[in-house]
């Protein structure tokens, strides 16, 4: 049987432990500012930072690789004015094949990111989490009238700068 000493001890323990995990839980604060960033170069928003896009089949239970897939620019766009000033706003575009018309915007709160695009025929979209500074992995989309397609991907940052036309 535990001393009121020890009861006082282990219960000061949880007290911090608990604090720290609500502290520095597992995800990203929510609040300003939203370290790590997509684009570490935000006070220029003409210039991102590219990320490497490897895709995997969602739908086959051995999610074959498909190879990576896109070069993805990432630009900063500031912080959503209020009522969502938790979020950082994000304009991407493909730099590796301009011609097919793959930009958007993005959304980051904490380490989720929400990207949308509708390039007329087709709509895609990702909801990914950053798993670490540079690096992140989630589920990316594509649909139109009838039909979709399910892709894991994973990001991870080349950063080089780069810029969307």
């Known amino acids: 049987m535990l001393t009121t000493t020890a009861k006082k001890r282990t219960l000061k323990l949880g007290v911090i432990v608990l604090g720290m995990v609500s502290t520095y839980g597992w995800a990203a604060p929510p ?25 995997f089949i969602d739908s086959k239970l051995s999610h074959p690789f498909l190879g990576q897939l896109e070069t993805i620019c990432f630009v900063y766009d ?12 994000y304009k991407w575009c493909d730099v590796a094949s301009p011609s ?33 500074k540079d690096e992140g992995a989630g589920h990316w989309r594509l649909w139109e009238n009838n039909f979709f397609f399910d892709l894991n991907v ?12």
């Open 31 to 55: 609040l300003p500012p939203h370290p790590p960033y997509l684009d570490s170069n935000i006070t220029d928003i003409r210039e991102g930072e590219l990320w490497k896009m490897e895709v």
């Open 100 to 132: 097919f018309g793959w930009a958007g915007v993005a959304t980051k709160e904490g380490d989720q990111v929400f990207m949308h695009n509708d390039q007329g025929k087709f709509y895609n979209g990702a909801q990914w989490e950053l798993t670490s």
């Open 154 to 165: 994973i990001f991870t940052r080349i950063g080089k700068p780069c810029r969307c036309q």
């Open 78 to 89: 500031g912080l959503y004015s209020p009522p969502n000033p938790s979020q950082d706003k």
